[in-house]
């Protein structure tokens, strides 16, 4: 079984991918580490968060309580409505995540975005804009399998 963060961004993935699609439909990619190519946008990408996962004990069975940070970025191609389809895209991933089932199965100390931004990046020829959204994911795991979400 991958562990817990692994099955936190793939369910994440899932939700994205599932229907009604957002208007990046199938293009939705976790820990991708090159840039998005214009072909690719809009597209969203998924990856752990630079404040990464806190680890706490719990004092309930020897569990420990885990806050994984999660960056979810959909981007779309720059141009006079980036910014505002950016917004959109930004709000089509926020509803979903916020209302994800699946989400909330894995980590039921909570599912919440954290924080929400505007990004302008790319070259000459790629420039993007993104709303960069940062979500903050609460699981309990066992310290001996911390593949097993409780």
């Given at each position: 079984?991958?562990?817990?963060?692994?099955?936190?961004?793939?369910?994440?993935?899932?939700d994205?991918?599932?229907?009604?699609?957002?208007?990046?439909?199938?293009?939705?990619?976790?820990?991708?580490?090159?840039?998005?190519?214009?072909?690719?946008?809009?597209?969203?990408?998924?990856?752990?968060?630079?404040?990464?996962?806190?680890?706490?004990?719990?004092?309930?069975?020897?569990?420990?309580?885990?806050?994984?940070?999660?960056?979810?970025?959909?981007?779309?191609?720059?141009?006079?409505?980036?910014?505002?389809?950016?917004?959109?895209?930004?709000?089509?991933?926020?509803?979903?995540?916020?209302?994800?089932?699946?989400?909330?199965?894995?980590?039921?100390?909570?599912?919440?975005?954290?924080?929400?931004?505007h990004?302008?990046?790319?070259?000459?020829?790629?420039?993007?804009?993104?709303?960069e959204?940062?979500?903050?994911m609460?699981?309990?795991?066992?310290?001996?399998?911390?593949?097993?979400?409780?």
């Amino acid at each position: 079984m991958p562990h817990a963060q692994q099955q936190i961004l793939e369910a994440i993935k899932a939700d994205l991918l599932g229907a009604p699609q957002t208007a990046a439909q199938g293009r939705v990619f976790v820990d991708r580490v090159d840039a998005l190519q214009p072909t690719e946008l809009p597209g969203i990408v998924i990856a752990e968060d630079d404040g990464g996962e806190s680890i706490e004990p719990q004092t309930v069975h020897g569990l420990l309580r885990r806050e994984l940070l999660v960056s979810v970025t959909g981007v779309v191609s720059h141009g006079i409505t980036a910014a505002a389809d950016a917004r959109e895209l930004g709000l089509q991933i926020e509803k979903r995540l916020a209302a994800s089932t699946a989400l909330r199965a894995l980590c039921k100390g909570g599912v919440r975005i954290a924080t929400s931004r505007h990004i302008n990046a790319g070259d000459a020829d790629r420039l993007m804009a993104a709303r960069e959204q940062t979500w903050r994911m609460t699981y309990l795991v066992s310290p001996i399998t911390p593949e097993t979400i409780f």
